[in-house]
């Protein structure tokens, strides 16, 4: 019943120092998707990946890198950490939209904040 | 565009009915979703709807969809403090070659008071 599990939970962070995010998922999902949430300005797509080896840009990209080296991970990378990136990031997986309807499977966040 | 807009807070006493709103801007929009957070949680799914449909029943929720007006609603019937949580409102594009992406609303906080 695990579904879609992050690493860490939380973390503390100074300006200019990197760190990576993991997402685990076991339900067999071609998709994977990373989101930033900010207070009143809901989820920000940030990177996704359609597939394995793949990735593309969302809507916030800048300062993130990711890598979906195997089907049930995606690394979320900050490589030179900003005050702006302190916020809750989710991760959340899907099967091809025209499988199951598109719905989406979110991990429980990773809380950071960079001083 | 795709914009999706909703209210971001709505109090209720405990056992009365809460009704959240959405509008979205994108006619081509296939799914519509309801999500539920709870304090410190993820984002869980609590409801969907097909384009196609003007309404959908499940229990104490109920989801009005009015195309004409790009207005989604959540209804819970019989509000409990344990419903007190944030409702994101999404919207889904599923044509060839889609991405999967959602389009999430600002959330709304729901507190229920006792």
């Known amino acids: 019943n695990a579904g879609v599990t992050q690493t860490p939970k939380f973390r503390v962070l100074k300006t200019g120092q990197s760190m990576t995010l993991l997402c685990a998922q076991d339900?067999?999902?071609?998709?994977m998707y990373w989101y930033r949430q900010d207070p009143g300005m809901g989820l920000r797509l940030i990177h996704y990946s359609v597939g394995e080896g793949t990735t593309a840009k969302g809507e916030v990209p800048d300062g993130y890198n990711v890598s979906r080296l195997k089907k049930q991970n995606f690394l979320l990378g900050l490589e030179s950490a900003a005050p702006s990136q302190t916020s809750v990031y989710f991760c959340?997986?899907?099967?091809?939209?025209?499988?199951?309807?598109?719905?989406?499977?979110f991990g429980a966040g990773t809380r950071l904040s960079v001083l | 565009g795709e914009d999706v807009e909703q209210s971001l807070f709505l109090s209720v006493r405990e056992g009365d009915s809460s009704v959240i709103n959405c509008t979205y801007t994108?006619?081509?929009?296939?799914?519509l979703y309801w999500y539920k957070q709870e304090p410190g949680a993820g984002l869980q799914l609590l409801t969907y709807?097909?384009?196609?449909?003007d309404m959908k029943q499940d229990q104490r929720l109920t989801v009005l969809l009015n195309k004409k007006d790009k207005h989604l609603s959540l209804r819970i019937a019989d509000t409990q403090t344990g419903d007190s949580a944030i409702y994101f409102c999404?919207?889904?594009?599923?044509?060839?070659?889609?991405?999967?992406?959602?389009?999430f609303g600002q959330g709304t906080t729901l507190q229920v008071k006792p």
């Open positions: 994108d006619s081509s929009s296939t799914y």
């Open positions: 959340a997986s899907s099967s091809r939209p025209l499988v199951d309807k598109n719905i989406q499977y």
């Open positions: 999404a919207e889904s594009k599923t044509r060839s070659g889609n991405t999967g992406k959602l389009i």
């Open positions: 339900m067999n999902h071609e998709y």
């Open positions: 709807i097909f384009s196609n449909m």
